[in-house]
T-cell receptor, first 114, second 114 residues
Framework: DSGVTQTPKHLITATGQRVTLRCSPR?????VYWYQQSLDQGLQFLIQ???????AKGNILERFSAQQFPDLHSELNLSSLELGDSALYFC?????????????FGEGSRLTVL | DQQVKQNSPSLSVQEGRISILNCDYTNSMFDYFLWYKKYPAEGPTFLISISSIKDKNEDGRFTVFLNKSAKHLSLHIVPSQPGDSAVYFC?????????????FGKGTKLSVIP
């Protein structure tokens, strides 16, 4: 158990809809990262938050947005969903923002868009 | 453009033998490298890492080798055990850049045959 909690574990929805994925980082971790893993792809970095502020953006679509709340949990909002958005979405956390070290990953949220 | 490449999607090894997983990178700014292991229905878990100031790091049965001139790293597992069967992701990062994000390869699925 990494200590990172993601909900829901599975989500099935239709094209055009909007969903919210939730992540609770490990206790004490200030950084939260979101990654997307599509079929046969590696983990693609989407966005990072540190202590409530956006720190880095990766290949995140404009239809996607995220935020980190004062209690440090984070939400990833996906809107106007398309079939290609079907993927595993992982949240990870770490203590520091810019120092080398490992990220701790949650079990992921599997999104299926029909 | 894929900055971290794992050219072997899969690898089969007999139990007790050595497993060698390879990873190449293109960005010379990467200075910290990690290997993650992922079982089905679980998030990636950290395995071992290496800084660019080293060429080898060992942790029990796992050793990572870094060849900076060739922009190549490898993970050696000796001896391989059936429980090592998983997908292994190579990841790289640029430390001290104000943000810490990992760039992942697509993964190599290791099967250890009893």
């Amino acid at each position: 158990d990494s200590g990172v909690t993601q909900t829901p574990k599975h989500l099935i929805t239709a094209t055009g809809q909007r969903v919210t994925l939730r992540c609770s980082p490990r206790s004490g971790d200030l950084s939260v990262y979101w990654y997307q893993q599509s079929l046969d792809q590696g983990l693609q970095f989407l966005i990072q938050y540190y202590n409530g502020e956006e720190r880095a953006k990766g290949n995140i679509l404009e239809r996607f947005s995220a935020q980190q709340f004062p209690d440090l949990h984070s939400e990833l909002n996906l809107s106007s969903l398309e079939l290609g958005d079907s993927a595993l979405y992982f949240c990870a956390s770490s203590v520091l923002q810019g120092t080398a070290g490992e990220l701790f990953f949650g079990e992921g949220s599997r999104l299926t868009v029909l | 453009d894929q900055q971290v490449k794992q050219n072997s999607p899969s690898l089969s090894v007999q139990e007790g033998r050595i497993s060698i997983l390879n990873c190449d990178y293109t960005n010379s700014m990467f200075d910290y490298f990690l290997w993650y292991k992922k079982y089905p229905a679980e998030g990636p878990t950290f395995l071992i890492s290496i800084s660019s100031i080293k060429d080898k790091n060992e942790d029990g049965r796992f050793t990572v080798f870094l060849n900076k001139s060739a922009k190549h790293l490898s993970l050696h597992i000796v001896p391989s055990q059936p429980g090592d069967s998983a997908v292994y992701f190579c990841a790289a990062s640029i430390t001290g850049a104000g943000s810490y994000q990992l760039t992942f390869g697509k993964g190599t699925k290791l099967s250890v045959i009893p």
